[in-house]
């Protein structure tokens, strides 16, 4: 009975600190949102946009804004910054979930091939203009999307021939990878200076020119998967021990690792399509926060989405600022501060927390 009280305490007490962590995450997410809406090359007050946003939110109120900054704020700024704490949610749990199933630290949505084939599928648009459907910008949007969930499919397609498992899936996924950005770069090199320099500067990774539309979109993919994705925590905590004790415990690992790919996929297209390429979200937010948290699955996931979202949108606000009125590409920008980040943990981790 004592022994059973002391973990029941131990157990409680763990709990309580990953809620704090996920309060402390959550209310940071919310005050540096705030901060990059104030913050950009056009200068307005804290009362200019407090006044903008609940002027728009809550028009029965009578607050009055001017059209300079309701234009500035819901126009320039906030669209991207929602897409912003988007994209940095989506990717982090895709990479977080694709861990898990595969064992692996370094796995992402960019090491699996997601990345680099929705970058020859928006290089197909712009340097030959050919697609599925649309033109212009969605012919881009689209074709990205459509070439990064294909890659799912046949890193699934090769792996079945030798048995779903952790390694075919990553091994088949890295072949597909190094294919499509050998295929990327044929088009950069047949194609023009326009469109090399347009093909280069979405392989970046940016923000600019995020559109409400592109946010509905990316937002609802990505609310719709994540609770099939939060379903299959406690699969996640079983398989990090291994796929026999997953199985022995009645796990199917091998639909919930083709599943849970399937899943991150979609998410993953459905920002990156939007957005471009934008690097090692996936790998570490789940790190940092399995690092404080530990590794269950749970509480990984849900972290992961809110710090993933909060690093993203500090690099964003970062580039949009730091030699203003330039604005440097978010995905250059995270990579010099995920990069120190991630060594960081390489050279600090316990054995323990790599699941």
């Known amino acids: 009975m004592a022994c059973n009280k002391e973990a029941e305490e131990i157990y409680s007490k763990l709990t309580a600190g990953k809620l704090t962590f996920i309060f402390i995450t959550l209310a940071g997410l919310v005050a540096m949102a705030f901060i990059a ?25 009578g607050v009055e804004s001017s059209e300079i900054a309701t234009a500035i704020v819901w126009k320039a700024r906030l669209p991207r910054i929602v897409m912003g704490i988007i994209a940095g949610a989506g990717l982090a749990v895709a990479g977080a979930a694709m861990q898990g199933t595969m064992r692996n630290p370094l796995v992402s949505p960019y090491t699996i091939g997601i990345s680099s084939a929705a970058a020859f599928g928006a290089s197909i648009a712009i340097v030959l203009g050919a697609g599925l459907v649309g033109s212009g910008r969605y012919l881009v949007i689209l074709n990205a999307f459509f070439f990064g969930v294909l890659t799912a499919f046949l890193v699934y397609g090769i792996a079945r021939i030798r048995g779903v498992t952790a390694e075919t899936l990553i091994l088949a996924g890295i072949a597909l990878m190094f294919l499509f950005s050998g295929l990327t770069s044929f088009l950069q090199y047949v194609a023009t200076e326009e469109e090399l320099s347009v093909v280069v500067h979405w392989m970046f990774g940016s923000l600019s020119g995020t559109r409400w539309e592109d946010v509905y979109v990316a937002g609802f993919i990505f609310l ?25 415990s009645g796990v199917n690992t091998t639909q919930v690792r083709v599943l849970s790919l399937m899943l991150a996929t979609f998410i993953t297209a459905g920002i990156i399509c939007f957005t471009g390429i934008i690097a090692f979200v996936g790998i570490v937010a789940p790190h940092i926060v399995r690092f404080i948290i530990g590794g269950d699955y749970r509480f990984l996931l849900p972290c992961s989405c809110l710090l993933g979202a909060l690093l993203l949108l500090v690099a964003d606000t970062i580039g949009r600022t730091i030699v203003a009125p330039i604005i440097i590409p978010v995905g250059i920008i995270f ?17 323990e927390y790599w699941g």
């Open 224 to 248: 719709f998967c994540l609770p099939f994705l939060m379903k299959y925590s406690w699969d996640f905590n079983a398989m990090t021990l291994g796929d026999e004790i997953a199985t022995s």
């Open 37 to 61: 809406v104030y913050l950009g090359a056009a200068s307005l007050s804290m009362k200019e946009v407090f006044d903008t946003i609940v002027a728009k939110v809550f028009p029965f109120m």
């Open 335 to 351: 990579s010099f501060i995920g990069v120190p980040f991630f060594l960081f943990l390489v050279m600090t981790k316990r054995k």
